[in-house]
């Protein structure tokens, strides 16, 4: 079994733990994600009564960062660590501003405001609250998780990355799939259209770093 850090570990805009990067880790070798998930359930019992409490939040900056989750169909199997990490960003980081919204497959006309995918919102309305300085961070498996490779998927966020980049370039995606799974699917596209990552301790590093410039 895993051995689990406690550890907060900030960078910057510190928007993640050590928690969620070593789970990501395990989970891209992990053949049972029930047994992963029991692991996990088990080892924030353990040590709950160690961590509540020791961490305080830093001096907040005025950072805008944009959360864009995929959700539901391929992405089902990355819920919980997606959620971790709106959560960790949320609550845990000292960002000033963190919106998140959700979708299914690619961000459309219209998004979502929960993970239920329910109030429906217009991306517009979303992007209207962006300006230059605002990061924008997207989580999807881009095709890869089934390893699809479609054109209208293709194109259709090509449209979306281009409306954002009317309110800013400070874009990032991070995929749960292991990059080599990447290959002969529409994620490996996209990935040459924007800084694409993969959600591991490095790629949370990089797409951090790229939200930054």
């Not at 510190?14 to 998930?37: A, K, M, P, T």
């Not at 950072?63 to 660590?81: C, K, N, R, W, Y």
């Not at 000292?94 to 497959?105: G, L, P, Q, T």
């Not at 080599?180 to 694409?196: E, F, G, Q």
């Amino acid at each position: 079994m895993l051995e689990h850090n406690t550890r907060r570990v900030w960078i910057d805009n510190d928007f993640y733990n050590s928690q969620l990067l070593l789970e990501w880790e395990e989970y891209q070798d992990c053949q049972d994600i029930d047994q992963l998930f029991y692991n996990r359930q088990r080892a924030e019992v353990e040590s709950l009564s160690r961590s509540r409490g020791i961490y305080q939040r830093r001096e907040k900056n005025h950072a805008h960062l944009l959360i864009l989750v995929d959700q539901e169909g391929s992405m089902t199997p990355f819920h919980h660590f997606s959620k971790d990490l709106v959560e960790t960003a949320q609550y845990e980081s000292s960002i000033e501003k963190v919106d998140v919204v959700y979708f299914h497959n690619l961000p459309a006309e219209y998004i979502y405001q929960n993970r239920f995918l329910t109030n429906k919102v217009a991306l517009k309305t979303v992007l209207s609250q962006c300006d230059s300085e605002t990061r924008v961070l997207i989580v999807s498996d881009g095709g890869a998780a089934r390893g699809y490779r479609r054109r209208e998927r293709i194109s259709a966020t090509i449209e979306v990355i281009s409306e954002i980049q009317q309110h800013t370039n400070l874009i990032a995606w991070l995929n749960p799939v292991p990059q080599p799974r990447w290959n002969s699917t529409s994620a490996k596209i996209i990935s040459h259209l924007v800084p694409m990552f993969p959600m591991n301790q490095e790629g949370l590093i990089q797409a951090i770093a790229t939200l930054q410039r």
